[in-house]
């Protein structure tokens, strides 16, 4: 997967960036190639090789095709009540979160949000829903090209039903 200067992509756990440069840098006698990512909700810069790019789990936007996907898995109300113990589910929740795979993060936004129904979330399950919600709703806006407070009145909405 090639990214251009001026290219969105995105990085696991971290969201939507831009593709600010792309930069040679010696290491050690040898040049190394990197994307340099701006991530645009904390304005964070990250440098990739880019032959490890695809590896560390970088990728393109979503397409408007996929969102629609993201949506019925939060509308998906047919799933199993998760009785583990909350560090458990929060190791779980995190590996899926550190894939970078959107269908898989919406997973662990549904799940927390039906726990939330049900009993008090812990802090580190708030945090991580927190996390889960911005990622989605960044990524989500990106690909519709919409406002993000709009896409997260359509995702409240949806837990609200």
């Known amino acids: 997967m090639e990214f251009k200067v001026g290219d969105m992509a995105v990085y696991p756990g971290h969201g939507v960036g831009v593709i600010s440069d792309v930069e ?41 095709g996929q969102v629609a996907k993201v949506y019925e898995v939060l509308k998906d109300r047919d799933v199993p009540a998760d009785n583990q113990t909350w560090n458990r589910r929060y190791r779980e929740y995190l590996n899926k979160i550190q894939t970078g795979d959107l269908i898989e993060v919406a997973k662990v ?19 991580m829903y927190d996390q889960a919600s911005n990622l989605l709703i960044q990524e989500i806006a ?20």
Do not use: W
């Not at 040679?24 to 909700?41: P, Q």
């Not at 964070?44 to 979503?62: E, Y």
């Not at 519709?144 to 837990?159: A, Q, S, Y």
């Open 109 to 127: 936004l549904r799940d927390l949000a039906l726990l939330r129904k049900d009993k008090n979330l812990s802090f580190g399950e708030r945090k």
């Open 142 to 161: 990106v690909a519709e090209d919409k406002d993000e407070k709009k896409v997260r009145t359509k995702i409240e909405t949806i837990f609200k039903s």
């Open 24 to 64: 040679t840098v010696d290491i050690e006698g040898s040049d190394a190639t990197m994307y340099v990512l701006k991530i645009l909700d904390n304005g964070m810069t990250i440098r990739i090789p880019v032959q490890n790019a695809s590896a560390l789990g970088v990728r393109n936007v979503i397409s408007v």
